[in-house]
């Protein structure tokens, strides 16, 4: 069974518009997540993460993300994009599994930016 | 710091040949990770090391596939006898954290695009 869902393949947005990719997650508690982003060529780079506290969790590269239990999402926003974010966007979640805490990542959105 | 180092980035090799992927992790980290990513099936944990020990190996798809880290600051993956299905990025990544608590950071390194043909 998925653990975690990324629902869009591929979106594309216009420079300067803003930005929500969408994240689900299946799991009882709340667990551990993340966004990871990938640059073409390159290995992921941590965005954000958020286990508990504030659901409104601030990451690097003016990226955002809203934790909501009731609808277990975990949503990645960014109020004005630049095409420098032009990039796969990963969300991630660790779940406890084999004594350890395992990191299973969504298939990814890959995001287009139009001048 | 130089961040996760894998070699080669690219290799090319032709069907039942041997093919070892190697990395380094950051210095200090004490967790490592061998991930594979295709478009079918998206990015894959195949094996977690601690302190060098292997803790969880059970993504390695096959026989064919093996793992070691004989220390710290080195670990290879290698695939014998290689099949062309076998043509992924292959990724390595550390983590400097104790993993019994999940909001630990990965760093990636840069991959190595494997091609069997």
């Known amino acids: 069974a998925q653990s975690v869902t990324q629902p869009d393949i591929h979106i594309t947005v216009s420079e300067g518009a803003s930005l929500e990719l969408r994240c689900n997650y299946s799991y009882g508690a709340t667990p551990y997540l993340f966004w990871y982003v990938q640059s073409p060529g390159q290995g992921l780079q941590l965005l954000l993460k958020y286990f508990s506290g504030d659901t409104l969790v601030q990451g690097i590269k003016g990226f955002e993300a809203e934790f909501k239990r009731s609808q277990s999402s975990f949503n990645l926003r960014k109020p004005s994009v630049h095409w420098s974010d032009a990039a796969e966007y990963f969300c991630?979640?660790?779940?406890?599994?084999?004594?350890?805490?395992?990191?299973?990542f969504g298939t990814g959105t890959k995001l287009q930016v139009i001048p | 710091d130089a961040g996760v180092i894998q070699s080669p980035r690219h290799e090319v090799t032709e069907m039942g040949q041997e093919v070892t992927l190697r990395c380094k992790p950051i210095?200090?980290?004490?967790?490592l990770f061998w991930y594979r990513q295709t478009m079918m099936r998206g990015l894959e944990l195949l094996i977690y090391?601690?302190?060098?020990?292997?803790?969880?190996d059970s993504g390695m798809p096959e026989d064919r596939f093996s793992a070691k880290m004989p220390n710290a600051s080195f670990s290879t993956l290698k695939i014998q006898p290689s099949e062309p299905r076998d043509s992924a990025v292959y990724f390595c990544?550390?983590?400097?954290?104790?993993?019994?608590?999940?909001?630990?950071?990965?760093?990636f390194g840069p991959g190595t695009r494997l091609t069997v043909t």
């Open positions: 210095s200090g980290h004490n967790s």
């Open positions: 090391f601690n302190n060098n020990v292997p803790i969880d």
């Open positions: 991630a979640v660790a779940l406890p599994s084999g004594g350890y805490q395992k990191v299973t």
């Open positions: 990544a550390s983590s400097p954290e104790v993993l019994l608590a999940g909001d630990y950071e990965q760093y």
